[in-house]
C-alpha cells in the first residue's frame, strides 16, 4: 500500500538565502564542486544552452518531457525547510497541454507511487523513498524576473535512510538556472 502525505509547502519571494552548508542534508547544493552528487538532467553551467550566467549552479534545459535533478540524503521524521534559489532565461515556456501535468511520478520514473497532478506552468519536488512521498508544486514567476528564491516548510511523517530529493520540471522551452538548493532541518523527532 502506497502512503501519500501531502508537502505543505509556503512559498515565499525571498532575496537570496544564505545557509550554512553544513545544515544542508543535500551536497553541493551550492554547486560549488560542480555537480557533485547530483543525478539527472542537470547540467554544468559551462555547457548548457543559454544559461543565464557562468559559474556555480546547474543548468536545466526544458524539452519535450518531464526534466529532474536528483538526490539521494537521508532524513529522520521532522519538520524541514526548502530554499531554491533560480533563474530562468527570458522567454522560457512551459507546456500548455494540461494532460502534461498529469500523473507526474510516472513522467518522472517513479512508477511505484501513487499519481498526483500539479497544475500548468508548475514545477514539482517530491522527497521519496520509493515508497511513501511528500510532494509539492512550485508555481515560477514569469521568465525574465531575475534571480528569485522560493523558500518553505514541510513535515516529513517517516524515518528514511535512503530518500531522494527531486526537483522536477514539465515540457518546455529554456533554461532553469539553479544556484542553491538547501534542505535544512527546523525540528527531528526521535523516534
Known amino acids: ?19 550554512a552548508d553544513d545544515s544542508n542534508l543535500l551536497q ?8 557533485a552528487h547530483w543525478d539527472g538532467d542537470g547540467r554544468s553551467l559551462a555547457t548548457t544552452t543559454n544559461a543565464l550566467a557562468p559559474g ?3 543548468g536545466v534545459e526544458l524539452r519535450a518531457e518531464w526534466t529532474k535533478v536528483i ?14 534559489t533560480y533563474s530562468l532565461t527570458p522567454g522560457t515556456t512551459f507546456t500548455a497541454d494540461e494532460k502534461d501535468y498529469r500523473k507526474v511520478p510516472k513522467k518522472l520514473g517513479f512508477d511505484a507511487l501513487q499519481e498526483f497532478r500539479v497544475k500548468k506552468g508548475e514545477w ?12 509539492c508544486a512550485i508555481k515560477p514567476p514569469e ?3 531575475g534571480e528569485q528564491t522560493i523558500a518553505g516548510d514541510f513535515k516529513l ?4 535512510d535512503d530518500q531522494t530529493f527531486c526537483l522536477a520540471f514539465p515540457q518546455g522551452n529554456g533554461v532553469v538556472t539553479i544556484l542553491n538548493i538547501a534542505l535544512t532541518a527546523k525540528r527531528v523527532r526521535s523516534p
Request: charged letters at 15%; hydrophobic letters at 45%; zero cysteines.
Open 28 to 35: 553541493n547544493g551550492d554547486f560549488s564542486s560542480g555537480l
Open 157 to 160: 511523517g517517516y524515518d528514511g
Open 143 to 145: 521568465a525574465g524576473n
Open 124 to 135: 514539482a519536488i517530491i522527497i521519496t523513498d520509493r515508497k511513501r512521498f511528500v510532494h
Open 1 to 19: 500500500m502506497t502512503t501519500k502525505a501531502m508537502l505543505a509547502l509556503v512559498l515565499l519571494g525571498l532575496g537570496p538565502v544564505a545557509l
Open 71 to 84: 538526490q539521494n540524503f537521508d532524513a529522520k521524521r521532522g519538520d524541514y525547510t526548502v530554499s531554491i
Open 56 to 58: 556555480n549552479g546547474m
